[in-house]
């Protein structure tokens, strides 16, 4: 079992930078991949993020990519989203989540909560 929270949501104005936290909790394994996806009201769920656990390989949707920075620590068993230069189009509710089958796109196996990230402008 794999449990995963969110932290650091909030509201931020456009241009502003936040940091997401997930905190996992639970069997992990080195092999494991980890992201995050976002879904605002009237869209669908979309991919944001994700890195390999073991690797620290990642990569980054073209919405985000040079904006967001995702990384992990093997020994806290956190991972975080960095978002920079945060546009109004970046608001959703953002999710963490984990593949036990290591790979960048998933499957994902594992969910959060979610947490709210509001940008303004």
């Known amino acids: 079992q794999v449990q995963l929270v969110e932290s650091g949501g909030g509201l931020v104005q456009a241009g502003g930078s936040l940091r997401l936290s997930c905190a996992a909790s639970?069997?992990?394994?080195?092999?494991?991949?980890m992201g995050w996806f976002r879904q605002a009201p009237g869209k669908e769920r979309e991919f944001v993020s994700s890195?390999?656990?073991?690797?620290?390989?990642?990569y980054y949707s073209d919405s985000v990519k040079g904006r967001f920075t995702i990384s992990r620590d093997n020994v806290k068993n956190t991972m975080v989203l960095q978002m920079n230069n945060l546009k109004p189009e970046d608001t959703a509710v953002y999710y963490c989540?984990?593949?036990?089958?290591?790979?960048?796109?998933?499957?994902?196996?594992?969910w959060g909560q979610g947490t709210q990230v509001t940008v303004s402008s």
């Open positions: 989540a984990a593949s036990q089958y290591g790979q960048l796109r998933g499957p994902f196996d594992y």
């Open positions: 639970g069997r992990t394994f080195r092999s494991y991949s």
């Open positions: 890195i390999l656990w073991k690797d620290a390989l990642t």
